[in-house]
């Protein structure tokens, strides 16, 4: 019970997530809560409970400020992935080991 309560909670307080794609050059995120993984071809970013992966060619951020955040850059591809997925976390525990 208090674990579904903390659930509700945690979405109540969270903000969506907002984008505004301007062609294939510039996203800009809203509620943007952090960057894992960021390099000119592809970015990991967590935006309340999802995943956003990006790829492309020439990323890169701006305007990383408070909740939001601006990528520009040749972008190829968006996906979306949920983090409280079992997929996502068993992936995201394995990375380590499959890059090396």
């Not at 790829?55 to 951020?61: D, E, F, H, K, T």
């Amino acid at each position: 019970m208090l674990e579904k309560f903390s659930d509700k909670t945690a979405s109540l307080l969270c903000r969506d997530l907002g984008m505004h794609i301007e062609g294939n050059r510039e996203i800009m995120i809203e509620n943007c809560r952090r960057i894992e993984e960021y390099n000119d071809i592809f970015m990991r970013l967590i935006s309340g409970r999802l995943v956003i992966l990006i790829w492309g060619s020439g990323l890169r951020a701006f305007d990383y400020k408070t909740q939001g955040l601006i990528v520009r850059g040749k972008i190829s591809q968006i996906e979306f992935i949920e983090r409280n997925s079992d997929k996502h976390e068993k992936s995201a525990q394995r990375m380590p080991e499959d890059q090396s």
